[in-house]
């Protein structure tokens, strides 16, 4: 079956660093890709998605582009800010191969000091 | 203002003694799902709905029920809690939209903080 696989949290950083959450994923069909964000206390949200190879989304300064050939999906942003500070999912969504419903990652925590 | 809510947000409540957890959304969405959310174990589906009267097993549905009478409604049945059972739950709901779902972006409610004793 499907499945995400994410780096290991937490990851810690300190404000204006550059942040890389690495995500791979196995798909049958032509997956669309997501990163969901949850802040403290709250539900999940989206924060950006790709739905073809290439593609990029982009969202609040954080980027992924889908990347077919390494079946890849890494979250990143130039420099983060201790607002960003929350846990990242990577999902997939992939109805071919029978995923009506996302399926997600473990989650990967994010904390940024100042 | 569209929105996914839960209810209790929080719940304290002793072995063996049923529970439900209410989810209700206003997006008019076909698609419905209930979540677990453990440390270290991220997010494990429990079941989903595609729509009324129909639904299925996510990874994790021994000692949980659902029921979808109604399109906005899919409640979580406890029919039997245990302390297993102590986790942080959320409901989502999404609609398949023109690709049949391959586009299609989850809405999540707030969560219940669930205690079993």
């Known amino acids: 079956g499907d499945s995400v696989t994410q780096m290991e949290g937490p990851v810690t950083l300190s404000e204006e660093a550059f942040l890389t959450i690495n995500c791979t994923y196995t798909?049958?069909?032509?997956?669309?890709l997501f990163w969901y964000v949850q802040y403290p206390g709250e539900g999940l949200q989206l924060l950006l998605k790709?739905?073809?190879?290439?593609d990029k989304g982009s969202n609040k300064g954080f980027e992924a582009t889908y990347r077919k050939e390494t079946t890849s999906f890494h979250l990143e942003k130039g420099s983060v800010q201790v607002s960003d500070s929350a846990v990242y999912f990577c999902a997939l969504s992939d109805p071919a191969g029978g995923s009506y419903i996302p399926t997600f990652g473990r989650g990967t925590s994010l904390i940024v000091h100042p | 203002e569209a929105q996914v809510t839960q209810n209790p947000r929080y719940l304290i409540t002793v072995t063996g003694k049923k529970l439900t957890v209410t989810c209700s959304q206003n997006?008019?969405?076909?698609?419905m799902s209930w979540y677990r959310q453990d440390p270290g174990l991220g997010l494990r589906q429990i079941y989903y709905?595609?729509?009324?009267?129909?639904?299925d097993k996510g990874d994790v549905p021994e000692g949980y029920k659902v029921s979808r009478k109604e399109k906005r409604n899919f409640p979580l049945i406890l029919e039997s809690p245990s302390p297993n059972q102590t986790s942080l739950y959320f409901c989502?709901?999404?609609?398949?939209?023109?690709?049949?779902?391959?586009?299609?972006?989850?809405?999540f409610g707030p969560g219940t903080r669930l205690t079993v004793l």
């Open positions: 989502a709901s999404s609609s398949p939209g023109l690709a049949g779902g391959r586009y299609n972006e989850q809405f």
């Open positions: 709905s595609m729509n009324v009267e129909v639904t």
């Open positions: 997006m008019n969405h076909e698609y």
């Open positions: 790709a739905t073809k190879a290439d």
């Open positions: 798909a049958t069909g032509y997956p669309s």
